[in-house]
Nanobody, 120 residues
């Protein structure tokens, strides 16, 4: 199986920055796409940003120019640098991976979520 462990959430003032990290572990044959989703109270979970193993990335329109996703394949870790944070960025952020374990087919894997709160 594949486990994803997130870190880096917290409380930040508007205009501030945070960096989220997510490390994958377990019996992993290949990790294809890694990314971040978020879910605010009363809203559906939405894609924030994702990056392929080759380094191609895509972003939600609401975060373009403010957030940067990056990935260290050797460490099986994905990062989300969040700058110019706004109150509307407040949500639980979930790490996601589309990965293939050594024993089993490709599947979606999720972290436990980390709270990001943007407030003065």
């Amino acid at each position: 199986q594949v486990q994803l462990v997130e870190s880096g959430g917290g409380l930040v003032r508007p205009g501030g920055s945070l960096r989220l990290s997510c490390a994958a572990s377990g019996s992993i044959f290949r990790i294809n796409t890694m990314g971040w989703y978020r879910q605010a109270p009363g809203k559906q979970r939405e894609l924030v940003a994702a990056v392929t193993s080759g380094g191609s990335s895509n972003y939600a329109d609401s975060v373009k120019g403010r957030f940067t996703i990056s990935r260290d394949n050797a460490k099986k870790t994905v990062y989300l640098q969040m700058n110019s944070l706004k109150p509307e960025d407040t949500a639980v952020y979930y790490c996601h991976a589309w990965a293939t374990p050594y024993l089993g087919p490709p599947n979606n894997y999720w972290g436990q979520g980390t709270q990001v709160t943007v407030s003065s």
